[in-house]
């Protein structure tokens, strides 16, 4: 759990992000529909516009036809050709196939009627189709009169119920009515494109036609206009609608028999937008049904939504990463600080180790510094003190004693025909008695600044500090006996049957520059003689003598 | 005395005649500006106004507004979407059976005549028993005229509607008559001038009437702000409300509708 704790911060900051990456998407997609759907919808909208004035401006265009009948007061071909010539229908009408004027002829002024217009117009003049009917709507005239157009004059519109039904309607409300689809003809009935047709009524001039009954009693004729559909759609101003179908039919319900312009092609797909408009036009309902293509999307589009994908996963990833780098790295300077703080016990653990070995060392060092010391000063086979630390001490005395006025005695002796001893005995035992002889020194002169020490082979000496001859003697005297009782054998030995010594012993004065060589010399001469004298024996000077004139006295052994 | 008297008889000519300058000037004052042809539109729609017959409650309004005027007014009939356009460009000066909301209140100013509820008219077989059976419907298309609106909760249906693409337009009511008859929509909202074409048996046993839960809208004579000024506007209201109080807007009403619609529709409080 403590493991996935520094996980839980960036987890959480990555989920919140994706979170509100996916609002931000989905309100951006939401907003990109509304917008594509405001799109669709204005451009329907604008379609419709568009259709709707243009068929005001038809309206218009046939109210001033009918303002012409009911100024000049009746059809005259000249002044009607005129009128339309001077409308200047160019390319921008390119939608109306013909301008014409239907007069509405009783049956029994049918003869009449077509007397008339062989006079005025044609001498082929007709009525088509023919027949016997109670009332004639005979086109009388059409503008222009070229191509199909021709086709018009003398056609009689009644029959055809379509036609039949938008004229009755412009008949009874006075107002502008359209037909149903019609297959127009351009030059003949093989380029017949879908279409409608236009009826203006027009009364007899001076009288009422404000209502129905005096509409119908009162009614000259119509004025109308051909359309074809096709043709009417590309006239109109401004951009054709882009990125849709567009299918304009003659009925509230789509159906091919009803498709006056247009096609909604192949099979809708889930995400397209469909919205269908109805127009009436002249009294007449028109559907317009609009469904987006594909290429809408990319035209209206907006392609934010990648972007804020991309953007809003990147984001979202990169402030879980910071995090986890702010969590970690407090976890991580922790952890180094631990390590950092135990590797300083560790050191300082070592430390101590050390020291302890460095004081041991130390110690260690002191303890052969005390042990080179001894080594330095001490004979290693029998204990005594060396003949090197014999001189220093004897030149320290020596100085001490010419200071302070003390007696300084001396003694100086060597075992007797110890070279004899070694030669029958072997050195193991020459060894061992050197030893047992440095063992009486020290156990007689036994005063702490008493010094006893092996000489030199044979030899040994004592320093006997603050100690007057008398004194010495008996301790020399002391020592010999000592080593008489030793009775260590020595047959070789002219003194006696066991090992024996012969001791000198001086109480030299002391003057401060005197050297110690004279002392030695001296007590040598000593110890000579008694080896000399029998050996075994200690020879001194009664007195304190003089260096350069010893007294001889010597104790027999 | 000859004098005097003279002077004293010539004194009173003179303050009658000053006091009937005044009163044919505040008279003057108190109509509108007549100064130049002023337009109105109509727009096909139920009893409101028919161009086949040229008959209708706006027609027979606009009529006496203009009588009581005394102005020329120059009647055109075109499609509501348009008037709106006109009224706020203002091409057009006025415009009969008005509804407010914010938008138009910007460019349009009003003088109430009439009130009236919203009914969404569905289709029997559509199975919708409330406005929210509606809203759940997937296949429920609404048919509405383009431009129009009207009570809160209706217009609230329509925008969720639309913005689901359950809405188809028309410039009319006759379409989305024929489009509820062939099953194209199943629904559309109609007022009181509607109801006459319900009794057009076709259409009456196919369909039901849901009443939106709102309080009645008032509407009114439709005045552009772009081309009348606000004193102008203030003359023509209470040209209205004078048509009100003389009775004159509940005689046309009863012409059309039976005397209690007539009156639930013309006797309301009019908003300042």
């Known amino acids: ?557 | 005395m000859p004098a005097s008297i003279s002077r004293k008889t010539i004194g009173r000519y003179l303050g009658c005649l000053l006091l009937l300058l005044c009163t044919l000037g505040s008279a003057v004052a108190a109509g509108p500006d007549c100064s130049r042809p002023l337009t109105l539109a109509l727009h096909e729609h139920g009893l409101l106004y028919s161009a086949e017959t040229n008959t209708g409650i706006d027609k027979d309004f606009a009529d006496e507004l203009i009588r009581r005027s005394g102005c020329k007014v120059k009647v055109n009939v075109m499609p509501r979407a348009r008037i709106w356009q006109l009224i706020e460009s203002g091409a057009l000066d006025f415009s009969l059976s008005g509804i407010a909301d914010a938008e138009r209140n910007r460019f349009a100013s009003f003088a109430w005549y009439l009130s009236n509820k919203y009914y969404l008219l569905v289709r029997k077989d559509a199975n919708v028993k409330s406005l929210a059976d509606v809203e759940r419907s997937d296949r429920f298309q609404l048919g509405v005229i383009r431009s129009f609106r009207y009570s809160e909760s209706a217009n609230r249906l329509v925008d969720k509607l639309d913005a689901a693409s359950r809405v188809s337009q028309a410039n009319g009511l006759a379409p989305l008559y024929q489009t509820l008859l062939r099953n194209r929509i199943q629904g559309m909202i109609i007022e009181p001038f509607d109801t006459p074409v319900l009794v057009e048996k076709k259409l009456r046993v196919l369909t039901n009437l849901i009443e939106f839960n709102d309080p009645a809208v008032p509407h009114g004579l439709i005045m552009s702000r772009k081309s009348l000024t606000t004193v102008e506007q203030k003359k023509w209201r209470d040209l209205v409300n004078a048509m009100r109080s003389d009775g004159t807007v509940h005689r046309i009403f009863e012409k059309y509708f039976n005397p209690e619609i007539a009156e639930a529709m013309t006797n309301f409080q009019a908003p300042q």
Request: with cysteine; aromatic share 8%; net charge negative.
């Open chain 1, 1 to 557: 759990m403590s493991r996935l704790r520094p996980l839980f911060l960036p987890l959480l900051i990555l989920a919140s992000m994706l979170c509100v990456t996916w609002l931000v998407w989905d309100h951006e997609q939401q907003n990109s529909r509304k917008a594509l759907r405001s799109q669709f919808d204005f451009l329907l909208r604008e379609t419709v516009s568009h259709v709707e004035q243009r068929m005001a401006g038809y309206d218009q265009m046939l109210r001033g036809v009918q303002g012409l009948f009911a100024t000049t007061g009746g059809m005259d071909s000249d002044n009607f050709h005129d009128y339309i010539d001077a409308l200047q229908l160019d390319v921008n009408f390119s939608g109306i196939q013909a301008i014409g004027f239907i007069e509405s002829v009783p049956g029994a002024l049918k003869k009449t009627h077509i007397a008339a217009m062989r006079r005025r117009v044609a001498s082929n003049y007709a009525i088509k189709p023919e027949g016997q009917r109670k009332t004639y709507t005979p086109v009388v005239q059409v503008e222009p009169d070229v191509g199909g157009n021709l086709a018009l004059s003398g056609l009689d519109q009644w029959p055809d119920p379509v036609r039949r039904s938008a004229m009755e309607k412009a008949r009874d409300s006075g107002m502008p009515a359209i037909s149903g689809l019609l297959q127009v003809a351009v030059e003949s009935e093989a380029d017949a494109q879908p279409g409608f047709v236009m009826y203006l009524p027009i009364y007899a001039r001076g009288e009422q036609h404000d209502n129905v009954a005096a509409r119908r009693a009162h009614l000259a004729g119509w004025v109308f206009a051909v359309f074809h559909m096709h043709n009417l759609m590309a006239s109109l101003y401004g951009e054709r609608p882009s990125g849709v179908d567009l299918a304009i039919y003659d009925d509230v319900e789509p159906s091919p028999e009803a498709l006056l312009y247009g096609s909604i092609g192949g099979a809708a797909q889930p995400s397209a937008i469909a919205a269908d408009e109805y127009l009436v036009v002249a009294g007449h309902t028109w559907m317009f049904s609009m469904r987006t293509k594909d290429d809408f999307y990319a035209r209206f589009g907006r392609n934010a939504k990648s972007l804020i994908v991309i953007a809003g996963t990147s984001l979202s990833l990169l402030l879980a990463l910071l995090a986890w780098l702010l969590a970690n790295g407090r976890a991580r300077a922790v952890g180094l600080a631990t390590t950092m703080t135990r590797e300083l016990h560790k050191q300082i653990e070592e430390y101590e180790v050390v020291q302890k070995r460095m004081v041991q060392s130390d110690k260690a060092l002191e303890e052969s510094n005390r042990k080179l010391e001894v080594l330095s000063t001490t004979d290693a086979l029998t204990g005594l003190a060396n003949r090197r630390h014999f001189d220093e001490v004897l030149a320290l005395e020596q100085a001490r004693h010419a200071r302070s006025g003390a007696k300084l005695s001396l003694i100086l002796l060597d075992i007797d025909h110890f070279k004899a001893f070694n030669d029958n005995y072997g050195h193991v035992k020459g060894d061992e008695c050197l030893r047992l002889v440095g063992r009486i020194l020290s156990e007689c002169a036994i005063r702490p600044a008493d010094l006893a020490a092996r000489y030199g082979g044979e030899e040994f000496a004592c320093i006997l500090p603050e100690t007057d001859n008398s004194g010495a003697v008996i301790i020399a005297e002391k020592i010999r006996r000592g080593i008489e009782a030793l009775a260590i054998p020595h047959k070789a030995s002219s003194a006696a049957k066991c090992v024996t010594a012969s001791f000198g012993v001086i109480t030299p004065p002391c003057t401060a520059g005197q050297p110690a060589d004279e002392i030695l010399v001296k007590v040598d001469e000593l110890l000579y003689r008694a080896k000399s004298s029998g050996r075994n024996r200690v020879e001194f000077v009664a007195h304190d003598i003089a260096l350069a004139s010893p007294h001889e006295p010597s104790l027999p052994g």
